[in-house]
C-alpha cells in the first residue's frame, strides 16, 4: 500500500489536495472572520461640531447622540471646579475600584450664555495638585458629548475629600451645585487629555457568511473523502494486478506431453 502511496503517478494528485484543503480552510477561515466582524460595533458618522445648546437640555433626559462634537461658549466656573476620582485618560476605562489611584478627571463647569451650566471634563491630572489653572474670560470648548454616568456604574470606595466625585451624575452634580441649571450630560474636551472614541454603532450580523465558511470546510472534507476513495481504488487495482502475475515464469511454460 505506502509503494502505492508513493508513486510517481499519485505524486501530483497529493499535492493537489493538499493545496485544495488548505485553500478551503483558509477561505472558511476567512468568511467566519468576516462573520464574527460583522456583528460588532463600528465607527458611525462623525458630522461637524454642533452647539451644545441644541444637544442636551437642562432637567430632562439625555436625547443626543452619545460622542457627538459640540461647542460651548462661556466661562468656566473654577469655585465649581470637581475632581472626578480613580480615572484614566480614557472616557471609556471603568472607574471607580477598577481604576484605583490611577489619577483624577478635572471637571470644571461651563456657565453658557443663558446662565445654564455644562459640565466639561477639561483635563486629567495624576494628582490634583497638578490640575491646569483655569482659563478666565469667554472661552469656547470643543469636546464629544457623553451621557450622564449613574452613581452605581462603578464599584465605589470610602474615602473621597471634599471635591471629589467618583461619577459625573447629573443628579449628583445638582445637589453639589444648588441654586444652579445643570445640562444633562457632560463634555470631554478635545484638548484635556482625554481619550473620548467618535459615536459608534451596532453592526448587524451577517448569516450567510457564516454559511459561506461552512461551505469552504464541506468542501475541505470532501476533497478529502475524494482523495482516500482514489487512493482506495488505485490500491486494490495495485493488488489485482499484483495477484493477477504468475509467482514463476513456469507457469507459462508449455507441457510436454510425453
Do not use: C
Not at 472572520?33 to 445648546?53: I, K, T, W
Not at 471637571?107 to 497638578?130: K, M
Not at 484638548?191 to 454559511?211: E, F, H, I, K, Y
Amino acid at each position: 500500500m505506502l509503494r502505492t502511496l508513493l508513486a510517481p503517478r499519485l505524486w501530483g494528485l497529493h499535492l493537489v489536495v493538499i493545496a485544495a484543503v488548505a485553500a478551503f480552510i483558509f477561505l472558511g477561515r476567512w468568511q467566519l472572520g468576516v462573520f464574527e466582524d460583522s456583528g460588532r460595533p463600528h465607527a458611525a458618522d462623525d458630522p461637524a461640531p454642533v452647539a451644545v445648546e441644541q444637544v442636551i437640555e437642562p432637567g430632562s433626559g439625555f436625547d443626543g447622540t452619545p460622542r457627538h462634537r459640540v461647542t460651548a461658549s462661556g466661562t468656566y466656573d473654577p469655585t465649581l471646579q470637581l475632581f472626578v476620582v480613580d480615572r484614566k485618560p480614557d472616557a471609556d476605562a471603568v472607574g471607580g475600584k477598577a481604576s484605583r489611584d490611577e489619577g483624577f478627571w478635572v471637571l470644571t463647569p461651563i456657565r453658557l450664555d443663558d446662565g445654564t451650566l455644562v459640565p466639561v471634563v477639561r483635563s486629567w491630572v495624576a494628582q490634583q495638585a497638578d490640575a491646569p489653572a483655569v482659563p478666565s474670560g469667554k472661552v469656547q470648548v470643543t469636546g464629544r458629548i457623553s451621557p450622564p454616568e449613574s452613581t452605581d456604574s462603578v464599584q465605589r470606595r470610602s474615602g473621597t475629600r471634599p471635591g471629589q466625585v467618583q461619577t459625573v451624575s447629573t443628579a449628583e452634580l445638582i445637589n453639589l451645585w444648588p441654586g444652579e441649571k445643570v445640562r444633562n450630560g457632560f463634555v470631554v474636551a478635545s484638548d484635556s487629555g482625554v481619550a473620548a472614541a467618535p459615536p459608534q454603532q451596532g453592526g448587524s450580523v451577517t448569516w450567510r457568511n457564516l454559511a459561506y465558511a461552512l461551505n469552504w470546510w464541506i468542501f475541505a472534507v470532501f476533497a478529502v473523502f475524494m482523495w482516500f476513495h482514489y487512493v482506495r481504488e488505485a490500491v486494490r487495482t495495485s493488488r489485482g494486478q499484483q495477484w493477477s502475475q504468475p509467482s514463476s515464469p513456469s507457469e507459462f511454460s508449455p507441457t510436454s506431453s510425453g
